[in-house]
């Protein structure tokens, strides 16, 4: 019984909390969508298993210069979709590891003119060390990681001999390293209301043809709640900061900003060990550098988890 109770505890600790805090589709420049997801906040215990599926959708045709809406008349459309597979798995003592996988397909259409380029994404590795976990001892969880994330898929997509930009491509072509931090406190004793917060930051190298994504920042405050039912809620402030993109090291002019977005997220056990989330991104602000660029509208995702193992 109360290993049954620790099992559940587990497993809403990991999936309750199931966050898109770094998904690079705040900028057209998004080549890396997404860049972490479940496998965030999925720290298993030891010997388990963290398994989560998830189909992600941006729309990312909005015209902007600094933090206004520009009304488009170029016709442009731009949407970009993935498919991510998750792992996680506890490790000995207070360590875990995290690995993701991406299949990603961007679709432009501009002046009638449609442009659709698919492929294998960029994938993630991660280390964590959890010196502290929320369980029916302990109200209190902290986390640390870092990684990185390695260039697998195509990077040099073209058409008619001409190479699609890098927005357009499926990998970013570039090695990355990742730091993160996550931190959590349960309000009551059941542990079924929580604050958390998280940071994440990535410095980003270059690709073959000299182009560097901007580094990033990303911080996030959330809370989220575990009814008696199998329903769980989860709301999110998200916020994120990109350098500029640089070619050769010079700086890409319409690249960069900052982002402020709301992530409200419904999810449902199917049992102790699998459950459905459906999350969304609603902009709340943005002030993005120089005079115009396209950033997203707004994305969905959709996951489907488990945790399986000793």
Same mark, same amino acid.
């Given at each position: 019984?109360?290993?049954?109770?620790?099992?559940?505890?587990?497993?809403?600790?990991?999936?309750?909390?199931?966050?898109?805090?770094?998904?690079?589709?705040?900028?057209?420049?998004?080549?890396?969508?997404?860049?972490?997801?479940?496998?965030?906040?999925?720290?298993?215990?030891?010997?388990?298993?963290?398994?989560?599926?998830?189909?992600?959708?941006?729309?990312?045709?909005?015209?902007?210069?600094?933090?206004?809406?520009?009304?488009?008349?170029?016709?442009?459309?731009?949407?970009?979709?993935?498919?991510?597979?998750?792992?996680?798995?506890?490790?000995?003592?207070?360590?875990?590891?995290?690995?993701?996988?991406?299949?990603?397909?961007?679709?432009?259409?501009?002046?009638?003119?449609?442009?659709?380029?698919?492929?294998?994404?960029?994938?993630?590795?991660?280390?964590?060390?959890?010196?502290?976990?929320?369980?029916?001892?302990?109200?209190?969880?902290?986390?640390?990681?870092?990684?990185?994330?390695?260039?697998?898929?195509?990077?040099?997509?073209?058409?008619?001999?001409?190479?699609?930009?890098?927005?357009?491509? #499926?990998? &970013? *072509?570039?090695?990355?390293?990742? /730091?993160?931090?996550?931190?959590?406190?349960?309000? %009551? +004793? @059941?542990?079924?209301?929580?604050?958390?917060?998280?940071?994440?930051?990535?410095?980003?190298?270059?690709?073959?043809?000299?182009?560097?994504?901007?580094?990033?920042?990303?911080?996030?405050?959330?809370?989220?709640?575990?009814?008696?039912?199998?329903?769980?809620?989860?709301?999110?402030?998200?916020?994120?900061?990109?350098?500029?993109?640089?070619?050769?090291?010079?700086?890409? #002019?319409? &690249? *960069?900003?900052?982002?402020?977005? /709301?992530?409200?997220?419904?999810?449902?056990?199917? %049992? +102790? @060990?699998?459950?459905?989330?459906?999350?969304?991104?609603?902009?709340?602000?943005?002030?993005?550098?120089?005079?115009?660029?396209?950033?997203?509208?707004?994305?969905?995702?959709?996951?489907?988890?488990?945790?399986?193992?000793?």
């Amino acid at each position: 019984m109360i290993a049954a109770r620790i099992n559940k505890q587990l497993f809403a600790g990991a999936a309750l909390f199931l966050a898109a805090a770094h998904a690079a589709a705040t900028t057209c420049s998004c080549a890396n969508v997404p860049l972490l997801g479940t496998m965030e906040l999925a720290t298993p215990g030891d010997g388990k298993w963290f398994l989560a599926t998830s189909y992600e959708y941006h729309d990312a045709s909005e015209l902007v210069s600094g933090s206004s809406t520009v009304p488009d008349t170029t016709g442009r459309d731009r949407t970009s979709e993935a498919l991510v597979v998750e792992l996680s798995r506890g490790l000995v003592g207070k360590l875990s590891f995290s690995a993701m996988l991406a299949t990603v397909r961007h679709d432009r259409t501009v002046g009638g003119i449609h442009d659709q380029v698919s492929g294998l994404g960029d994938a993630i590795v991660m280390l964590k060390y959890s010196p502290a976990s929320i369980s029916l001892y302990s109200r209190h969880a902290l986390s640390f990681g870092v990684g990185a994330q390695i260039p697998l898929g195509e990077d040099d997509a073209s058409r008619d001999g001409i190479v699609f930009a890098e927005d357009l491509q #499926p990998s &970013t *072509g570039a090695l990355s390293g990742i /730091l993160w931090a996550y931190g959590a406190r349960a309000l %009551n +004793e @059941s542990r079924s209301a929580r604050l958390y917060a998280s940071a994440t930051y990535s410095s980003n190298g270059e690709n073959d043809r000299d182009y560097r994504f901007g580094h990033s920042t990303t911080a996030s405050i959330g809370g989220a709640y575990q009814t008696q039912t199998p329903w769980g809620f989860n709301l999110e402030l998200l916020y994120r900061h990109a350098e500029r993109d640089e070619r050769a090291a010079a700086t890409i #002019p319409n &690249t *960069g900003g900052e982002w402020l977005d /709301l992530v409200p997220a419904v999810q449902y056990h199917i %049992n +102790e @060990s699998m459950a459905l989330r459906a999350s969304g991104k609603i902009p709340v602000s943005r002030d993005l550098n120089d005079e115009l660029q396209f950033t997203t509208r707004y994305s969905v995702r959709l996951t489907v988890s488990w945790i399986f193992g000793d």
